[in-house]
């Protein structure tokens, strides 16, 4: 049975997502609300928020009707939980695709394509990461490597050849 690469797409994002929270969480408050040393909006602290709020929001839009839809917004401690719910609700939204159909009504007036939502949810999950990898940088402290090969050396699925 060939393996669901939407659902591979979004198990490095779970992964990478967990990856910038666990090395968020090694910072003091003072670096986690230091105030972005570039055309970042908001501190770490606020960025991480962020994307794990609206990673939330992107699941609700699409498996709750307009009425039922609610913000989240996880204390520090919490987030690398509620990332994770969500990242494991959309993994299992991408193997029944039959679930993904139906246009879905946002709650600012707009109907959308459920593609257009899992598009959304990659790049501004990959964004967000990227914006905290540069304040990082610039706080002196690593970040952590998230692109496609890392999760490939990671999961063991880039392999070396050996002669």
Not at 114 to 139: D, F
Request: negative net charge; contains cysteine; aromatic residues 6%.
């Amino acid at each position: 049975m060939a393996e669901n690469m939407l659902a591979k797409i979004f198990e490095h994002n779970n992964w990478a997502n967990s990856l910038i929270i666990e090395a968020c969480a090694a910072l003091t408050d003072e670096q986690l609300d230091a105030e972005p040393q570039s055309v970042t909006k908001g501190s770490i602290r606020v960025t991480l928020n962020h994307l794990v709020s609206s990673q939330h929001g992107y699941l609700s839009l699409l498996t709750l009707p307009v009425e039922e839809r609610q913000r989240i917004s996880p204390a520090f401690n919490e987030l690398k939980e509620a990332s994770s719910r969500s990242g494991e609700g959309l993994i299992a939204l991408t193997n029944d695709v039959s679930k993904l159909t139906t246009r879905r009504q946002t709650t600012d007036g707009f109907y959308v394509e459920p593609w257009i939502i899992l598009i959304q949810i990659i790049n501004h999950a990959t964004e967000h990461r990227e914006q905290i990898c540069s304040m990082l940088n610039v706080l002196g402290v690593t970040p952590p490597y998230m692109d496609g090969w890392s999760y490939g050396e990671a999961t063991n699925t880039l392999i070396p050849i050996v002669k």
